[in-house]
């Protein structure tokens, strides 16, 4: 199967490479069914159940399974409330990103009403158990501690992307890393659970590298090239803090002293997501891309992680 940007199977071949059936889609899933979508280009039924987004189709209600509930695309919307409820969000910067959008307080809203460029996660989330990341279906976890005793955890963490130093460094000084990106759809950190994985580097000979601990990444506060700002005449792009941000390829509004406008892809690729600190380290870092490392062979950063071929980037920004 051939997947578009959303994850949605839209050709269909068999093991010679020969089309079996082409889907398209409308903006919520339905199928689009035309006169000039005709069985000759191969527009026909076929037997696989995986739909829009990767979720199986029922037959019988056309409902999509997205695991935690079911959605309806002819209703664009899902069949039951969302499980999540940010009453008990302890962290105020994720409480105050949550409730600023309007379509979080619509329960059953798919995508917060942006289905071209968002996927909704499926409802089965990440935990940290006794200093593992495991996963399990639902937004409770309960285990037992060392003394027996019931303890119940909530997460609302969907994927996890973990950035593993090799122990080898590059010509920079800058320590060398494999970022990877993992789904829900078994138990541990396996190998059949990534969703992509790409390579990277993180710090230099004088700088350091991203601090170890844990981090999270905040999907919901999502920021286009509208938003870079530069900080003084091309002398550094301004913080985007707790969320996702695209770089644009030059800000014409801000020239530099040399009069050209200001480019920051070079340093920061076309993508950069703050790794927001939950265990103290310095809130500063990111994983974003490296234009520089292409143009001009560059293997170091001032203490973020840098995945140049921002191949893990794409996975998240598709989430």
Request: hydrophobic share 25%.
């Amino acid at each position: 199967m051939t997947n578009d940007h959303l994850g949605s199977p839209r050709i269909n071949t068999d093991r010679d490479g020969n089309v079996t059936a082409r889907h398209d889609y409308h903006p919520f899933g339905e199928e689009i069914s035309t006169s000039q979508r005709t069985a000759g280009l191969g527009y026909a039924d076929d037997t696989v159940r995986k739909q829009f987004t990767g979720y199986e189709r029922d037959g019988e209600t056309e409902l999509d399974f997205a695991q935690a509930r079911f959605f309806s695309s002819s209703l664009g919307r899902f069949m039951a409330s969302d499980p999540y409820n940010v009453i008990f969000e302890k962290k105020p910067a994720k409480y105050a990103s949550y409730i600023i959008l309007p379509q979080n307080w619509n329960h059953y809203a798919y995508t917060i009403n942006n289905p071209t460029n968002y996927v909704d996660p499926d409802g089965e989330n990440w935990f940290k158990v006794k200093g593992e990341w495991i996963w399990s279906e639902g937004d409770t976890y309960t285990y037992k501690d060392k003394k027996g005793r019931e303890r119940t955890m909530t997460s609302n963490y969907t994927h996890l992307i973990t950035i593993e130093k090799t122990g080898e460094t590059t010509a920079q000084g800058g320590e060398k890393v494999i970022v990877t990106l993992y789904g829900n759809k078994g138990g541990k950190v396996i190998d059949n659970n990534i969703i992509a994985q790409g390579d990277g580097f993180s710090g230099s000979s004088t700088k350091i590298s991203t601090q170890n601990g844990d981090y999270e990444v905040n999907l919901n506060n999502r920021g286009g090239p509208n938003t870079n700002v530069d900080l003084e005449g091309g002398l550094g792009l301004r913080r985007f803090h707790d969320g996702i941000q695209e770089i644009s390829s030059e800000i014409p509004s801000c020239p530099t002293f040399g009069g050209a406008p200001c480019q920051y892809q070079g340093d920061w690729g076309t993508r950069r997501a703050h790794l927001t600190p939950l265990e103290g380290q310095d809130d500063n870092f990111y994983l974003h891309g490296k234009k520089k490392f292409v143009t001009e062979g560059r293997t170091q950063t001032a203490g973020c992680t840098a995945e140049p071929e921002e191949i893990v980037l794409q996975a998240v920004f598709g989430l």
